[in-house]
């Protein structure tokens, strides 16, 4: 049997401060600085699981919902929410919060899939992961049929070459 570790074991939880380098002339964040954070905690959420080095293998997924504004805090939190033979989905959300208020607004969700690697490059099996709140649960369900929206994705992108 194959082995399996708790969601509970991945999740990461990373902290930033939104500064006026982060941001394009409007004062919100610039979208490519919030996907570098969230290829950056995918990576160390899917490093925990797998306890192995890993290589983005996909972004399936990215919505932006709201943006963080100077001198916002951004809450980035990921979680291994299913698992291939060598292969991890990462859930990431990004919530940003207003100093003064305490407010929370949640700004991005999204899906990547990331790959243990061994030291020669080549991918390595992970252990299963077992979803513990129902979001993880639901989304853990629903794994499958993201699989085969990606193949499908794949197959289109080998056409436009």
Aim: net charge neutral.
């Amino acid at each position: 049997m194959e082995q399996q570790i708790s969601a509970g074991i991945s999740r990461t939880i990373q902290t930033r401060l939104v500064l006026p380098p982060d941001t394009n002339h409007m004062g919100s964040i610039f979208g490519g600085t919030v996907l570098a954070y969230i290829d950056e905690i995918a990576a160390i959420t899917a490093m925990k699981h797998s306890g192995k080095v890993v290589v983005t293998a996909s972004i399936d997924t990215v919505n932006f919902l709201s943006s963080a504004r100077i001198g916002n805090v951004l809450i980035l939190e990921g979680v291994v929410i299913s698992t291939g033979r060598t292969s991890m989905e990462v859930y990431v959300k990004a919530e940003c919060q207003d100093i003064e208020t305490r407010g929370r607004t949640l700004t991005t969700t999204a899906i990547l899939t990331m790959v243990a690697v061994d030291e020669n490059g080549k991918p390595t099996p992970v252990p299963g992961v077992i979803p513990e709140t129902d979001k993880e649960k639901n989304l853990f369900k629903s794994a499958q049929a993201r699989k085969e929206r990606r193949m499908k994705l794949n197959e289109f992108a080998k056409e436009l070459v």
